[in-house]
């Protein structure tokens, strides 16, 4: 059981971590979030049935561990919370690409709706398949495909 893991952490951990930064944008809580989707997958092994590929059971996890950590977050008030979120102010070099279509666009982007925004994401850059990512959410592919194309509408 401990060698799957292993081989499941080799094919899928760099991925899961990129998902996971698409999500929380810092790569000390993709890391440490990567870190708990895979002690969780080890916890719960026995329950993966392999219904869905093993990247779609791990993104379920990591989204889940995601959204718990959202979760601490907002518990957090006053100066913590401060301490927690990271500075928005645009850097020089930001401000100076701002005119930039790309970066208008993920801004865009980041100012969807959660679900939206991972939906968006998870097709863009992790190409996952609207069945994959309906998995994701424990959703059909085509409330994925639908909810996609609604996001899409509001990008344009």
């Not at 002690?39 to 092994?45: G, Q």
């Not at 998995?135 to 509408?153: C, D, L, M, P, S």
């Amino acid at each position: 059981m401990s060698s799957d893991m292993e081989q499941y952490y080799r094919e899928n951990g760099r991925k899961v971590f990129l998902y996971l930064m698409t999500l929380c944008g810092d790569a000390d809580t993709a890391g440490e979030l990567t870190q708990e989707t895979f002690y969780r997958a080890l916890r719960s092994i026995k329950k993966y049935n392999g219904e869905s590929s093993v990247y779609t059971w791990l993104c379920g996890i990591a989204r889940n561990a995601w959204l718990e950590e959202l979760r601490k977050r907002k518990k957090h008030t006053g100066e913590e919370l401060s301490e927690l979120i990271e500075d928005t102010s645009p850097r020089p070099d930001e401000a100076a690409e701002s005119s930039d279509g790309r970066l208008r666009l993920l801004k865009r982007i980041h100012d969807l709706p959660e679900t939206e925004k991972e939906i968006i994401l998870l097709r863009a850059t992790q190409e996952l398949s609207f069945r994959e990512i309906g998995e994701i959410f424990g959703k059909t592919e085509n409330w994925a495909r639908v909810t996609y194309y609604r996001a899409k509408q509001k990008l344009m």
